[in-house]
């Protein structure tokens, strides 16, 4: 049996009459930018994060842009985040003129640490922009604190955990801004692009929403110089219908996640770190090894498909060859970039898949 690492039609085909319907309805409603489909979904979306507003965008990517710079962050501002993960943090800092600050992440649960955090904290610095990497919350009160002392906003970025908890309450509104992607691999992913930032704050809501209408509140009168960033009514809808089943869903990412970490807990691998605080979404579920590409070369003849997030960290990339970091700038990024393993998870395994990636583990990891 070939166990896949995604199967992103499998969502589709198990709800193709709700979704058909509710693209349908769309359709009919004459709305194709913004309309009901939309402000149904963000109110849904917010209220299931427990925030008071949503706001739909095009992309996470967007929505992270989009949330620095309405909270004020440009040219000449530093922002603080971690040195290993997705590109698209870092981008998004570039893209509102600011420049991104990274730090080391703790090694063993990969998200930003707090302590390395205050070291890098300057006069310049306006935000810290932890990510809830593979699913997993990053530690948000010492996060918190850490910016109420030095007066710094808290951007998190939440593309890889819908539906995580921190000591029990929705990761969702926490920060000054929590930032959504529904690419269609997310935990909650709809057909093509789309993102969200969720908050508490009303006038934060506003100032995105406007960001993402080209600047503009009133047609035609344009206040600042926006973008256009929109979440598309059809994906809203599609997003609607999913979103009652992303419980069910994360409920068997945690069981395939329970089942891994009890059957390859005597294996020579690093596996996930829980702290006893976090309920992680399980967007992915990531080991490490020192002989990580003869592990994942063993797997693939097994006919277990796995992948690397992420294999080049974001200083090492050929974008960001003017930060002038070499090899050794960040070691713990670097070590991670080459050891991390991502198995299959999500709702389309079944419980037989899970045994054939746990029995191929064990026989190559032994
Ligand atoms: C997917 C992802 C993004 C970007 O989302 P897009 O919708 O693809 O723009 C940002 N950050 C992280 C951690 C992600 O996994």
Redesign the pocket.
């Known amino acids: 049996m070939k166990v896949p690492f995604l199967d992103l039609g499998e969502a589709y085909r198990a709800l193709k009459d709700d979704i058909d319907a509710a693209v349908a309805r769309a359709l009919a409603s004459g709305w194709y930018v913004g309309g009901p489909e939309l402000t149904a979904f963000e109110q849904a979306y917010g209220g299931s994060v427990g925030a008071r507003h949503c706001v739909g965008v095009a992309?996470?990517?967007?929505g992270?842009h989009l949330a620095l710079r309405a909270l004020g962050i440009g040219p000449g501002d530093e922002v603080i985040t971690a040195s290993n993960?997705?590109i698209?943090?870092v981008l998004a800092i570039s893209m509102a003129g600011a420049t991104p600050v990274l730090v080391e992440p703790d090694p063993l649960t990969h998200n930003l640490d707090p302590a390395r955090v205050t070291d890098a904290i300057t006069s310049r610095t306006k935000a810290i922009l932890p990510?809830h990497?593979y699913g997993l919350p990053a530690d948000l009160d010492p996060l918190l604190e850490v910016g109420r002392q030095h007066g710094l906003k808290l951007i998190e970025?939440a593309?890889?955990a819908h539906g995580a908890r921190y000591k029990g309450k929705p990761v969702g509104a926490h920060g000054d801004a929590v930032?959504w992607?529904?690419?269609p691999s997310?935990n909650l992913g709809a057909l093509g692009?789309?993102?969200a930032v969720t908050t508490d704050d009303p006038e934060l809501a506003d100032r995105i929403r406007t960001l993402g209408n080209y600047g503009s509140h009133q047609r035609y009168v344009n206040e600042v110089r926006g973008v256009n960033s929109r979440l598309d009514p059809l994906q809203a809808a599609v997003l609607g219908v999913k979103l009652a089943h992303l419980e069910e869903w994360n409920a068997r990412r945690q069981e395939t996640a329970a089942y891994y970490l009890e059957a390859l807990a005597d294996c020579d691998l690093v596996l996930p770190t829980v702290p006893e605080w976090a309920d992680p979404a399980w967007h992915l579920f990531v080991v490490r090894s020192a002989r990580r590409d003869a592990l994942q070369a063993s797997l693939a003849e097994a006919g277990v498909q796995t992948l690397i997030h992420y294999p080049i960290p974001p200083h090492r990339q050929e974008a960001y060859a003017d930060l002038g970091l070499g090899a050794g700038a960040f070691p713990i990024a670097e070590q991670l970039a080459g050891e991390v393993l991502s198995l299959p998870i999500g709702p389309h395994l079944i419980r037989e898949q899970a045994e054939q990636v746990v029995s191929a583990v064990r026989k190559a990891a032994a």
């Open positions: 992309n996470g990517l967007d992270l993960g997705y698209a943090t990510t990497l970025d593309a890889q930032c992607s529904f690419y997310k692009d789309a993102g």
